[in-house]
């Protein structure tokens, strides 16, 4: 299966730890987005790159929030100084996107994060 | 911003029935597109079906088709000939053609849980 993949899974972790999640999109992808999706919740725009460059941030992506995509491929968000608030299942999808065309978003798995 | 309404939080229908799931949004653009994601428990997301807002007809995909209606920025999604694994949440979504702004991301509804009766 050549699908978007994100690791881990799941994570559990202490209030004021840092974590890190990586996604790998689907091979040639040049789009790829963040999205976080609480309970009960549709998911919500985080942020996206095209290729390496990150192109638009979402007003939800704290200070304490960044992701990097260093060489147009895989792509990691980092949490800093966790809070109880950032509980949630963090979606990562990717696309195939040309200029003037839409792209589907092909989703991965998501890793849900704990804060405890 | 645009804003994706599901006013059904949860929908049952049985098996071999059909379904329609509702989702309204609201936008000053004359262009975009709309999206049907399906959301199985504990399993990633799936696309089932989109639409773009140039288009006149509706959408259709095998068991699933829509109804769109651009005055009314109506979206809705049905699901002919309902099966046991249709079972999921169903989000709608929109996505504009203009870039930046924090624009290029979806914008998602709450989602619809589709039960299956037997």
């Known amino acids: 299966d050549t699908g978007v993949s994100q690791d881990p899974r799941h994570k559990i972790t202490k209030r004021g730890q840092n974590v890190t999640f990586r996604c790998d999109p689907i091979?040639?992808?040049?789009?790829l987005y963040w999205y976080r999706q609480t309970l009960g919740q549709g998911p919500e725009f985080l942020t996206y790159f095209q290729n390496e460059a990150q192109l638009e941030k979402s007003r939800l992506l704290s200070d304490r929030f960044s992701a990097e995509r260093p060489k147009g491929s895989f792509s990691t968000l980092e949490i800093q100084r966790t809070e109880q608030g950032d509980s949630a299942m963090y979606l990562c999808a990717s696309s195939l996107a040309w200029a003037s065309s839409t792209d589907t978003q092909y989703f991965g798995p998501g890793t849900r994060l704990t804060v405890l | 911003a645009q804003t994706v309404t599901q006013s059904q939080p949860e929908m049952s229908v049985q098996e071999a029935e059909t379904v329609t799931l509702s989702c309204t949004y609201d936008t000053s653009e004359s262009d975009y597109y709309l999206f049907w994601y399906k959301q199985p428990p504990s399993r990633q997301m799936i696309l089932v079906i989109r639409q773009e807002a140039y288009k006149q007809q509706n959408a259709t995909e095998n068991r699933f088709s829509v109804n769109f209606q651009k005055a009314a920025k109506s979206f809705s999604l049905k699901i002919s000939d309902s099966q046991l694994g249709d079972a999921a949440m169903y989000f709608c979504a929109y996505r504009t053609l203009l870039s930046g702004g924090g624009a290029d991301g979806l914008t998602f509804g709450k989602g619809t849980h589709l039960i299956i009766q037997p």
């Open positions: 091979s040639e992808h040049n789009r």
